[in-house]
């Protein structure tokens, strides 16, 4: 038998996103990618930016198509239209017929709002009436255009507490599940004896200077501890140089240092006393999965949604609260493995790409 006819004979998965920009949802795209992969499918990734902030997995197939050439069309909405009719255009020529087309965060869900194609799926990153401040009561003009949006395919949320948040916000228009962001358990491992950090004895956080993340609440936590170990915050945003100021003002500039963004944290994750989150909302909480892996103990807020999914009640803490978050910082520093918790296999990129297929095939 010709092997190379065989492998043309591949069903196809297409994964859409807007850029692989270092973000939590393009890391997912590119795991979940390889999850498909292990399972002997022919994975594809389509873009419409072409920032890559990744190390692209050279097991999938990507695919650039400019989105700017539309931005010359007035409204966004009559402009998702008709980029629409070019993807799907593109989609079936360069591609063909993917047994499953998987959308992920509300560029590319808007504008496949609009595709012709069959069998595409939503994923539901976050908590969206939380990140987008909309009241799940009322219908003001953001809810009715995001319902109007994830009405059209089915929605796979990465949570149980954004599935909640989705239903609740949204009502029952249309098929919805609760799936797991998929955790690359060799491959983190692998990546995590790259280097070994200059910092010891360290506590780390790891996420975008965002308004979800709550940086402002860590620093000052920190503030009131002993700061026995010192604190490392590895990402960008936009809320970086208001942080960075707090740390000034607090008298905190020998105890907390900025990383950057680092294309491969888990070095610095796996060489930590301990992982700290201070959010007050998530989709799924990467990078607890992320730092269990790497059995490094983890605390965080009991935020929505994720963090009470994946650790134990005794590593949860109040949202927000400056003074209970210190005193389990102070407890976590004087014993960090109190606050370990075990990885759960069921989080392995095969597993969790095949928890997809069952729920497409589910609601056919």
Known sequence: MNIDFVEKQKSKILLVINSLKGGGAERVVLTLGQGFHDLGYEVHVLTFKPQIEFSLNPNLNYHLLKFKNFKL???????DRVFAYVVDRYISKKIGK?????????????????????NITYV?????????GFNKNDNNEKKIKFSKIYSKHPCICVSQGAEKDFIESFGQITPTTAVHNPID???????ADVFVPEYQNYIIHVGSFKEAKRHDVLVKAYAKTDRSMPLLLLGQGKYKNEIEQLVVDLGLEDKVVFLGFQENPFPYIKHAQLKVLTSDWEGFALVI??????????????????????????NLMPMGDVDAIADKLSQAMENPKQFQAPFDEALLPAKIAEKYLHFVQSIK
């Open 73 to 79: 069309i007035p409204k966004l909405d009559r402009r």
């Open 124 to 132: 539901i990153h976050n908590t969206l009436s939380l990140l987008y």
């Open 98 to 118: 993917p047994e499953l087309i998987i959308s992920n965060l509300d560029r590319a869900d808007s504008i496949l709002s609009y595709s012709r194609l069959p």
């Open 289 to 314: 999965a992320e730092a269990l892996v790497l059995d490094t103990p983890v605390i965080s807020t009991n935020c929505p949604s994720g963090p009470s999914e994946l650790l134990p009640q005794k």
């Open 185 to 191: 358990k060799e491959s983190i491992q692998k990546q």
